[in-house]
């Protein structure tokens, strides 16, 4: 039996693990680094430098990313401002948000949005983005359940 391939094989899964945890919860402001890594087995920094070497950006690159890409498709498609989209993807910063966003595609939100919206494509309003997003909560309230 081959132990070191075995070994490499689940390394790749602890990866892989950690990845998809942060692929779940990508606009959970908490998200912490620690808690992934220990998911992963490894410690932080280690686990930074294995992250990397397997998929050549760092955690917190690819998290950003990853809310990134998120915050595009909410700028093309709801009506919502700019810091109710960097809220619910998981920036706790504007001004972060806003240069993260730049770095990634060239543009600030608000110049994104002006160049992708009015080709036909109709916002969702506000309100049912954030309910689509999470952003209000579909149950009953006490209140409401006791009458």
């Known amino acids: 039996m081959n132990t070191a391939a075995d070994g490499h094989l689940a ?5 892989r693990a950690a990845k998809d945890v942060m692929d779940r919860n990508w606009a959970d402001e908490t998200l912490d680094l620690d808690a992934v890594a220990a ?8 686990f930074v430098r294995v992250f990397r070497a397997a998929y050549g950006q760092t955690p917190g690159q690819y998290l950003s990313r990853r809310r990134i890409e998120r915050a595009a498709e909410m700028l093309r ?6 810091t109710e989209i960097c809220h619910l993807v998981g920036f706790t910063s504007l001004g972060t948000f806003s240069t993260r966003f730049k770095q990634h595609t060239g543009l600030t939100p ?23 997003a999470g952003g209000f909560s579909t149950t009953k309230s006490d209140h409401e359940a006791e009458q």
């Open 39 to 46: 998911r992963a087995g490894y410690s932080r920094s280690h």
């Open 77 to 82: 498609t709801c009506d919502l401002t700019s």
């Open 110 to 132: 608000g110049a994104y949005r002006r160049e992708k919206l009015g080709r036909g494509a109709a916002l969702i309003p506000g309100c049912y983005a954030l309910l689509w």
């Open 11 to 15: 390394h790749l899964r602890q990866l």
